[in-house]
């Protein structure tokens, strides 16, 4: 029974660092991987949509922003100079990743990470195979279940024979002590 509760802690070790491993693989992916461009065919609004929207109480922001463009093309408007200047200090843009692997290594350490997955997989997979009951029928299983508990029973039956011969055992050398006091 020691081994089927070590296979266990053994599987539980092995799912927790499939887990950990499957959010450390999530997280290089997130932050090595290179961007990729957005699909150029990707729907996009018509000048026709805002029209039609800017009519729409609700989309006040839509006009806002159409009448900031506005200002801003003005070449008489100073704000121009500004957001030229703000444009080159704006942060990179979301598609953008600083720490963006080269394509051979991010693919090489992508395959090891792959295989370190399947290896703990496969892992996990022998492991349960050891198993106890694994390949066996619920029949053959409910035998033995059956068998392990008359043997347990013999062992208790054991164990309370065992301790009552103790009993008597501690009964005669404590006369025996007692015996030996007197004279």
């Known amino acids: 029974m020691a081994d089927g509760n070590d296979i266990l802690t053994q599987l539980q070790d092995c799912l927790d660092l499939l887990a950990t491993q499957f959010y450390a693989s999530i997280y290089y992916i ?3 991987h290179n961007p990729s461009p957005l699909p150029t065919d990707h729907p996009t609004i018509s000048t026709s949509d805002n029209a039609q929207n800017s009519s729409d109480p609700s989309n006040t922001t839509t006009q806002n922003q159409e009448e900031t463009h506005q200002d801003d093309s003005n070449p008489n408007n100073n704000n121009n100079n500004n957001n030229n200047n703000n444009a080159q200090n704006d942060p990179p843009s979301p598609n953008h990743n600083e720490g963006a692997d080269a394509p051979d290594l991010f693919a090489s350490r992508l395959d090891e990470l792959a295989t370190d997955l399947v290896q703990k997989e496969q892992q996990i997979e022998k492991l349960i195979a050891r198993l106890p009951g694994i ?3 619920a029949k053959e299983q409910e035998d ?13 039956e054991e164990r309370i024979k065992a301790a009552g011969e103790r009993e008597d055992v ?3 050398l404590d006369e025996v002590v007692r015996g030996v006091r007197r004279e």
């Open 170 to 172: 501690l009964a005669r």
């Open 135 to 137: 390949g066996s029928s």
């Open 144 to 156: 033995r279940i059956r068998v392990l508990e008359a043997e347990l029973q013999e062992a208790e």
């Open 30 to 32: 997130n932050t090595h």
